[in-house]
């Protein structure tokens, strides 16, 4: 089943259920896909690859408005986002733990005899390769400075 047939689904389901949080985060997931379908050069039918990053894109949206709303006191604003992001998780590839990240990049390191600092494009290039989905860019950079330090 494609993530626009599951989230389909999903907004029947949380419109039958009256909730408002979920079904606001999968219109937007549904309207993400739908540019992402109408962008130039898309084709009618998105890869995984495609829908993974779309979902990975409206995450970090949420939290960065989080973050924010966080920094002007609206609590009410921030747990709206905060919620938003959670509900749109759920569609993402489970999560690699820091632990894992840390060892997925020392594995790398040591394949590509990497031994500086200045070599961390390569690092961070074959890591997001690896380990596209299932971590964050910001995590993943964070355990090559770690281990290269």
């Known amino acids: 089943m494609s993530l626009e047939t599951t989230i389909n689904t999903a907004i029947k389901t949380a419109m039958l259920g009256k909730q408002q949080i979920a079904l606001r985060a999968l219109r937007a997931i549904k309207s993400a896909l739908l540019i ?3 962008e130039k050069g898309a ?3 998105l890869s ?4 993974i990053k779309v979902l990975q894109k409206l995450i970090k949206q949420r939290k960065e ?3 924010i709303y966080q920094t002007q006191n609206r609590p009410d604003l921030y747990q709206i986002e905060i919620d938003e992001a ?3 998780e759920q569609y993402l590839p489970q999560q690699l733990s820091a ?3 840390s060892l997925a990049v020392a594995s790398i390191i040591k394949n590509l005899n990497i031994t500086s600092i ?3 494009g390569k690092v961070m290039a074959m890591a997001n390769k690896q380990m596209a989905g299932k971590a964050d860019g910001k995590a993943i950079s964070e355990a090559i400075k770690t281990l290269l330090a």
């Open 118 to 120: 200045k070599e961390m």
């Open 99 to 101: 632990q894992e990240i």
């Open 86 to 88: 959670e509900v749109i």
């Open 48 to 51: 995984g690859e495609t829908e």
């Open 65 to 67: 408005s989080a973050e």
């Open 43 to 45: 084709t009618d039918i």
């Open 36 to 38: 992402a379908k109408t």
